[in-house]
């Protein structure tokens, strides 16, 4: 399979696929849970909802945000997580967010490995920021 023939949905869903096979290996070689694993938490989460439910980090439903995780990323994922979630926050069609997720993913897949040696800091679940 060529890469670069994909289009930027497919690009989100090999990357993320394989990042997540990543993690879930590493996840079991130990007891303690990762910086890495909750990084690869936190993208799947933005991942899922802006394909299944259609929630990106600046969308709210009554019940539900994806404002902890993308603070989470911002907080802990350094700069580079900073610029894309800011584009992605003020991306003005799903082209651009698509692009800033894909770009996001890319990411945490290169510094999983650093990221996996950490211990977890802060939650994914309960982290307030910007967002």
């Known amino acids: 399979m060529n890469v670069k023939e994909l289009d930027t949905r497919e690009k989100i869903e090999v990357l993320h696929n394989g990042l997540v096979r990543e993690a879930t290996w590493t996840q079991a070689q130990r007891e303690?849970?990762?910086m890495g694993n909750q990084a690869v938490q936190a993208i799947s989460k933005l991942v899922y909802e802006y394909f299944e439910n259609n929630i990106n980090v600046t969308k709210y439903s009554k019940d539900y945000s994806l404002?902890?995780?993308?603070?989470?990323?911002?907080?802990?994922?350094?700069?580079?997580?900073?610029?894309?979630?800011?584009?992605?926050r003020d991306a003005n069609n799903e082209e651009n967010y698509e692009e800033g997720l894909l770009y996001l993913l890319s990411?945490?897949?290169?510094?999983?490995?650093?990221?996996?040696?950490a211990h977890a800091v802060g939650s994914i679940h309960e982290c307030s920021g910007l967002f």
Do not use: C, P
């Not at 603070?71 to 700069?79: E, R, S």
């Not at 990411?107 to 040696?117: G, L, M, T, Y």
């Open 32 to 34: 303690w849970q990762s």
């Open 67 to 88: 404002a902890s995780y993308a603070n989470w990323l911002l907080k802990y994922g350094g700069f580079y997580t900073e610029h894309v979630l800011f584009d992605m």
């Open 107 to 117: 990411i945490v897949s290169h510094n999983f490995e650093r990221w996996d040696k």
